[in-house]
């Protein structure tokens, strides 16, 4: 390599934007969604166990990967492993990544929109019912919904060719630690709902009968997802980290904070489900008809929502940003392309996908494959398929196959290294429990046993 890689300016650097990837529309869209839809409180017990047991340690993995080769996903196992089947993960990474980038840059489309629909006040409409109408118009009306994934693929377009530094490490430190303060504020105000109690319920209390193997199947999907893991995501920001950046601490602090904001999403939108009268079980709609019927009811609603809206939108800007570089890093290394270029063929991409997912809502809702929509079939087979077999080669790489001496001096690789204890529980994660229970959940989840 002639040319010498970027790295991450500070400490607060490498957490705000390795967090910036983490938390997005996965914690504030995804999360509430796919608990609503997967039973409330068991879904949120299986997400954590795999986010703190599975989740941690495959973060660490992948950091140790990225930051001792310093290079994207497919030249990391090149290097390590040469010759060997180990970098199919680079392709996994790249049709996982682009799958992402399609539908949830329709999402974040619908969060441009509503940042426009709340300046409007929402056209006047104030009522539960009239919003939830509002929303699947829109949704339906194709034109709008393609043209903001066209909007939102731009602006990811505009940061990332920019190069890493300068763009996603300045935004994520002003923007995240903000969202943050405008979420805790509206759970506040939804414990102050009249039907709190049941929308706590819901959310905390795991009823153990609804453990299906399809609920474990999207609680390990969703712990992947909203940890950016198992596609080599955190490989490629990792190889930007510097040498005395410590893996385990920023592993665990971006799995903490992660799941504090799905938590808080879960908080602020399920008493309200209850309150306003709406079905948790809405799917991908779920929040965005749920969120408005919260803001029209605050004083000063309007500035809030918009407010809220912006950030969202930013906090999708971060996620993705972090999606596209792992083709992006992986076309400039291994082709020797131009950035400009490289970010412009994965833009182009995202935005075919992108636009027939966008259309999944409105003339293409019939089009099913496996009686899935487009959209659908894009997440569900990146989100429950790939990013954790993506994890589970990822462990099974580092746990059984990468010099143990390189794993020891990654993960000590700091001002404190870490304990005896905290070592050998790791390598004992990768090797064993991660592997295991990835299989057992596929096995059982998707019905081949
Ligand atoms: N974690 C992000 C979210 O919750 C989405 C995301 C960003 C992602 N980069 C990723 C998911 C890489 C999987 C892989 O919104």
């Known amino acids: 390599m002639t040319e010498k890689r970027a790295q991450f300016a500070t400490r607060l650097g490498v957490i705000a934007t390795t967090v910036g990837s983490a938390v997005g529309l996965g914690n504030i869209w995804r999360f509430p969604y796919e608990a609503g839809v997967h039973g409330g409180g068991a879904f949120l017990l299986i997400d954590l166990f795999f986010i703190f047991v599975i989740g941690v340690p495959v973060i660490c993995a992948e950091f140790i990967i990225g930051r001792h080769t310093g290079s994207n996903v497919r030249g990391a196992f090149k290097a390590l492993a040469p010759g060997k089947a180990w970098g199919v993960m680079g392709y996994i990474g790249i049709i996982a990544s ?52 066209v909007v939102f693929l731009i602006c990811n377009y505009l940061i990332l060719a920019r190069g890493v530094r300068k763009g996603i490490e300045k935004m994520s430190n ?12 509206f759970a506040i105000n939804s414990l102050m709902m009249p039907e709190v109690a049941k929308g706590l319920e819901f959310l905390f209390k795991p009823d153990f009968s ?10 390990m999907g ?34 903490g904070l992660d799941t504090l904001v799905s938590v808080l999403a879960g908080v602020i939108i399920f008493p309200a489900v209850f309150t306003f009268g709406q079905e948790p079980a809405a799917g991908p709609k779920l929040v965005f008809e749920v969120l408005p019927s919260i803001f029209i009811n605050l004083p000063g609603g309007m500035i809030w ?17 972090s999606m596209s570089e792992i ?9 020797k392309m131009e950035r400009k270029k490289a970010t412009r063929l994965n833009i182009v991409i995202a935005i075919v996908f992108g636009t027939l997912c966008a259309l999944s809502f409105g003339c293409m809702s019939d089009f099913t494959i496996f009686g899935f929509t487009l959209f659908n079939l894009f997440d569900y087979l990146s989100s429950n398929i790939l990013l954790p077999v993506g994890g589970m080669i990822t462990s099974i790489f ?24 905290a070592f050998a529980a790791i390598v004992f994660c990768l090797r064993f429990v991660a592997p295991v229970c990835i299989g057992l959940v596929f096995i059982f989840g998707l019905g081949i046993f």
């Open 98 to 149: 682009l799958l992402i980038l399609s539908f949830y840059s329709v999402v974040a489309g619908w969060t441009m929109e509503y940042i426009f629909q709340s300046l409007r006040d929402f056209s006047g409409v104030h009522s539960a019912d009239g919003l939830h109408d509002q929303f699947d118009t829109f949704a339906q009306s194709n034109l709008r919904p393609v043209m903001w994934t």
């Open 174 to 185: 002003i923007l995240m630690p903000m969202l943050f303060v405008i979420l805790i504020i």
């Open 210 to 219: 609804k453990i299906t193997p399809s609920v474990l199947l999207g609680g």
């Open 222 to 255: 969703q712990a992947f997802f909203s940890l950016s893991l198992g596609l080599g995501c955190l490989i490629t920001y990792s190889s930007y980290f510097k040498k005395d950046t410590p893996l385990v601490r920023t592993a665990f602090t971006t799995a």
């Open 305 to 321: 929502s918009t407010l809220f809206f912006i950030l969202l939108f930013l906090a999708s800007l971060t996620s993705t940003i």
């Open 327 to 335: 083709s992006i890093a992986y076309f400039v290394e291994e082709f």
């Open 398 to 421: 580092v746990g059984w196959v990468l010099d143990r001496s390189v794993v020891r001096q990654e993960l000590n690789l700091s001002a404190k290294p870490v304990s005896r204890f």
